[in-house]
């Protein structure tokens, strides 16, 4: 079975782990309602995308 032969020193592994910090998700504003959502997907608070209604929201009562 193929092992390595050394340890990773502890300065090594934080050399490796330097690169493994998180991005934070990426925001864009709606242009219809300026409410905060994710590029490139529907606005989940009115429903368009595009200028366009692409979710049809629960009519009231
Ligand atoms: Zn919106």
């Given at each position: ?24 998700a990426a925001t864009s ?7 905060s959502k994710r590029p490139h997907e529907i606005c989940g ?17």
């Amino acid at each position: 079975m193929p092992n390595p032969k050394r340890r990773w020193s502890h300065a090594r592994k934080g050399m490796r782990d330097a690169n493994k910090a998180l991005t934070p998700a990426a925001t864009s504003v709606c242009p219809r309602c300026s409410a905060s959502k994710r590029p490139h997907e529907i606005c989940g608070n009115c429903g368009f995308y595009k200028g366009q209604q692409m979710l049809q929201s629960k009519p009231l009562s």
